[in-house]
């Protein structure tokens, strides 16, 4: 099947997904506004202008029997031509100038009297989040070749980085490796050293290093997020951080054995929450969020506790356990039987960790000279 077919297809299956929305909420109009949800609905059209946004530069208006495109004249002719094209879109673009009073003019011209919400409303972002929760066969294979080269990206940056670079330096190598494989960095964060043992988020500065590095990288493309993060030590690993590596190796290895379709994510975080105690790390699970469902955001929720959500098959997940000076992240694809490593390490040192008697290869610290 021609590409240009199958993403119409995959379009219109998801237009009836919305419309289910719009029927059941009682509306005549819904319109779309987040980067997330068109990339989603559009089969992985990319509307963004800054990295750092969640609104699309390009929102789209479903009705019950029509999709409007509605964007400033800056926008229109990219999009049409380079992010929707194939797709049955109405093109309904207003003056740049004249701003977010034009695009409500636009769609009360289509909707006239009848109620319409955008997807921020509470209740519609809700339903729209169980429709990014399971992927289609055709997302999966995209998922697969953005996991793969967010993982080539990140392993190419940590062989090239050297002792004494800064973390901004380290982070350009890093964006360098991701643009070369076609893929857009929406995250990188660096940690040198004593920063690495303060900070969980820890943006790139201009911080040294001198024997401990971390690099991690959230990297999109067709609007879906490949999470994962990996370890460079230049010369031996102290007793210490190996210790505190393995134990959120295992840590990260409960949650990946407890994620089966089924179960839910309160369940699965209260077993990793144990297994910090038996490493002997009881308190860390506190001081960062441990994952979550992954897919169009980079978590769908961060799971806790108490959460009531249940994993379902063909759903990505990306778990991050962390203790101080080291952290375990790798997005995964659930199955019915088994978990699938979208960003699967290649050529790198790993950690083997039995859970419940079953093998689960972690990536261990990375050593260079």
């Not at 673009?93 to 109620?115: C, F, Q």
């Not at 990014?132 to 294979?141: F, K, N, P, R």
């Not at 203790?323 to 490593?341: C, N, P, Q, W, Y």
Request: glycine share 8%.
């Amino acid at each position: 099947m021609p590409v240009e077919q199958s993403r119409r297809d995959e379009f219109a299956e998801k237009l009836l997904k919305i419309r289910r929305i719009i029927e059941s909420l009682g509306l005549e109009g819904l319109l779309l506004t987040e980067q997330s949800t068109i990339a989603w609905l559009t089969g992985g059209a990319e509307t963004f202008i800054m990295f750092a946004s969640v609104e699309s530069c390009g929102p789209l208006l479903v009705t019950e029997d029509s999709v409007h495109l509605i964007c400033s004249s800056i926008e229109t002719s990219r999009l049409l031509e380079e992010e929707f094209p194939g797709l049955d879109l109405a093109d309904l673009h207003y003056p740049w100038h004249k701003g977010y009073r034009a695009l409500k003019t636009r769609i009360e011209d289509i909707v006239g009297r009848g109620k319409w919400v955008s997807e921020a409303d509470p209740i519609v972002r809700n339903h729209i989040l169980e429709c990014y929760s399971v992927l289609t066969e055709a997302e999966q294979d995209r998922y697969r070749w953005i996991g793969g080269r967010s993982e080539e990206a990140v392993r190419a940056a940590c062989l090239s980085i050297k002792k004494g670079m800064s973390e901004f330096e380290i982070a350009g190598i890093l964006s360098a490796e991701a643009h070369k494989r076609e893929i857009w960095p929406v995250l990188i964060l660096v940690a040198a050293d004593e920063r690495l043992r303060k900070y969980r988020h820890p943006i790139p500065t201009a911080n040294r290093v001198e024997h401990c590095v971390m690099l991690v990288l959230c990297a999109r493309r067709w609007g879906l997020i490949a999470n994962l993060t990996r370890l460079v030590h230049f010369g031996p690993v102290p007793d210490e951080l190996a210790r505190r590596h393995k134990a959120v190796c295992t840590v990260d290895a409960t949650f990946i054995h407890e994620t089966r379709p089924g179960v839910s994510y309160g369940e699965i975080f209260r077993k990793g929450q144990a297994c910090y105690a038996q490493q002997g790390f009881a308190d860390e699970w506190q001081l960062h969020h441990q994952g979550g469902p992954s897919g169009y955001l980079g978590r769908l929720f961060t799971a806790t506790p108490d959460s009531k959500e249940l994993v379902h098959e063909a759903q990505a997940v990306a778990w991050n356990p962390s203790i101080a000076g080291t952290k375990s992240e790798d997005t995964l694809l659930v199955h019915a039987k088994r978990v699938e490593f979208l960003t699967a390490a290649r050529n790198w040192p790993m950690l083997e960790i039995s859970v419940g008697g079953k093998p689960y290869e972690r990536p261990d610290i990375l050593v260079r000279s």
